[in-house]
């Protein structure tokens, strides 16, 4: 169940719902009626104003009104008593609550979402029936708040339809959460286990403190844009690149420039320290790119790890046992094991035009010296036209025609084709690479089936590892270490494999399929600002697929 946001008439309306429950006395005494009149009990004065809200509060918005039916019922179950007020006023569980929802901010989420002005000017009106406002608008933010902690703000099937989040599908029982939470005696606590437990997660939430205090304390300094600034030479900038580095530490605040305002030695290594940090090429050169990230102002970059916290909330809170990461935005894939970094290493993903989708599943098997079946597109947009201009080209790459896409389907000779009249018609034909070194899946493939037909395998272009950014592929992940890689997923079988009998396998070129006695859970993510799994350093890369622009209209449009 998901719940949205309750709008502020919407609230006003549910406010007078347990008004008459926790008036006191002497308030009922001025409203009562003559002695001749019946006197309305307290649950019918409710049932009236329960019904009331019903009628007038009708929100078009579904998760509105599953939140307005969520709270209204269980105050209704429980005879309208207050959860957060006494007749002295908010209690200590009330303050500890309101702390809370006003500290939102520290995992990147924004305390006005959480009614926080509506709270502090009810807080300290004694009066009853502002009291009772007061309770149930502490109930409503805390539905709200724990609903943003557990599965986002942004439901990511809103932002885009290739984005599986298994938190999207959990059910949130909010009269046991309200239950839970006012009998429980840390309500920190509690709502803490209830948040991302991932090391990512808060190594974001200490960024995001860190950048807050450069924000705070005015920034950075900023560097002018000029020349292609290269070790070895001086320049006029060379002063305040210097200052610049220093305010976040790359160099020590003892450091003194050269008289000549050198780019020296120490300044490059500083610079090529800090480049990493952007997913720039560590050359120490100051082009416009390494001047564009010197001149980010901690304000973007605060946008930028607070949308990827909220990518970390859609995904299973706990990372128990194995689990492969794959980002695509970092081009990294890391396997964890509780939490624990067993194995780290480069990736390349899907170009631009043929993106790589998101979605979780599980590792299944495994293929070594694994045929590749040329899907349709690339037939039509590569192959075809390279055999015109090449009439060796299947030949050359080992690959071989079929008169259909059956098992059984017929090998078809090459020279038996006009391939100049054949156009569209080359769609009947399957195209099937055999095993080898010019094979396109490398040597070894790493499935997880699935409606997109992504999967993980190796490549002959293992040079392409060395640039910073790797998005080359047609969708599918091509993996730097897949002998590795294997030795890793095999370990886990009853019959463990070592690396010399992989090795020995993928030699003699016979194709051979190894199942996981135990499949893996495997989540392809895309975080565009990621924590080094070796220094914890936040590295912020590209957002190659343009989707933080999209997250970040729908998650800041409250604040602008």
Not at 55 to 74: E, F, K, M, V
Not at 374 to 400: D, F, G, T, W
Not at 516 to 545: C, G, K, Q, S, W
């Amino acid at each position: 169940m998901h719940f949205p946001k309750l709008n502020h008439l919407g609230l006003l309306l549910c406010y007078s719902l347990i008004q008459y429950a926790v008036l006191t006395d002497s308030v009922r005494a001025q409203q009562l009626p003559s002695s001749s009149q019946a006197l309305p009990t307290t649950q019918e004065r409710s049932q009236s104003h329960l019904q009331q809200t019903y009628t007038s509060n009708n929100p078009t918005d579904p998760r509105s009104r599953l939140i307005n039916q969520a709270i209204t019922q269980y105050y209704q179950r429980n005879n309208f008593l207050p959860l957060w007020t006494s007749t002295s006023g908010p209690t200590q569980k009330a303050k500890e609550l309101f702390l809370i929802l006003t500290e939102a901010w520290s995992d990147g989420l924004n305390p006005e979402d959480y009614f926080i002005k509506d709270i502090s000017q009810l807080w300290n009106i004694p009066f009853p029936e502002y009291q009772a406002k007061l309770d149930l608008l502490l109930s409503t933010a805390l539905v709200h708040y724990m609903v943003d902690t557990v599965a986002g703000t942004n439901p990511p099937n809103l932002l885009q339809n290739d984005v599986y989040s298994p938190q999207q599908s959990l059910t949130i029982d909010v009269a046991l959460l309200l239950k839970q939470i006012t009998t429980t005696e840390n309500i920190t606590d509690f709502l803490n286990r209830h948040k991302p437990q991932h090391h990512q997660y808060h190594a974001l939430k200490n960024g995001l403190a860190r950048y807050r205090t450069f924000a705070k304390n005015g920034g950075f300094p900023t560097v002018p844009s000029g020349p292609v600034l290269k070790p070895g030479m001086s320049d006029q900038r060379i002063p305040l690149l210097i200052q610049r580095l220093k305010s976040e530490g790359y160099l020590r605040e003892s450091y003194i420039p050269d008289a000549t305002n050198l780019y020296s030695p120490r300044i490059v290594e500083a610079v090529r320290a800090f480049q990493r940090k952007f997913n720039l090429t560590q050359d120490g050169i100051i082009g416009s790119d390494t001047i564009i990230a010197l001149n980010t102002p901690p304000s973007a970059l605060i946008q930028r790890i607070r949308i990827n916290m909220e990518r970390w909330r859609w995904l299973p809170h706990r990372m128990v046992g194995k689990q492969i990461l794959v980002n695509i935005a970092g081009y990294q894939l890391t396997i964890l094991n509780n939490e624990k970094v067993d194995l780290h290493m480069p990736v390349i993903v899907g170009e631009i035009d043929h993106k790589t989708p998101l979605f979780s599943d599980r590792m299944r098997y495994l293929v070594l010296n694994p045929y590749w079946n040329v899907p349709v597109s690339i037939a039509v947009r590569e192959i075809l036209p390279q055999q015109i201009h090449n009439p060796n080209y299947l030949q050359e790459k080992n690959m071989r025609i079929f008169a259909g896409w059956e098992q059984d389907a017929k090998e078809v000779n090459p020279q038996a084709i006009d391939w100049k009249k054949l156009g569209q018609g080359i769609r009947r034909y399957r195209f099937r690479q055999d095993p080898g070194p010019e094979n396109s899946l490398g040597q070894l493939k790493f499935m997880f089936p699935n409606k997109h037909n992504i999967y993980l395998h190796d490549t002959p272009t293992h040079n392409l590892f060395q640039n910073a950014t790797r998005a080359y592929s047609h969708g599918c992940i091509r993996v730097s270490r897949p002998v590795e890689l294997a030795q890793y997923l095999l370990a886990g079988n009853k019959r463990s494999w070592s690396r010399q009998q992989i090795e020995d396998v993928l030699k003699r070129g016979q194709t051979q399929v190894v199942l996981l006695d135990n499949p893996i859970p495997i989540h392809l993510l895309y975080m565009t600002v990621y924590a080094d799994p070796e220094t914890d350093e936040l590295i912020f890369y590209r957002d190659i697929y343009a989707k933080d622009l999209q997250l970040t209209k729908r998650f800041f449009k409250n604040e602008q």
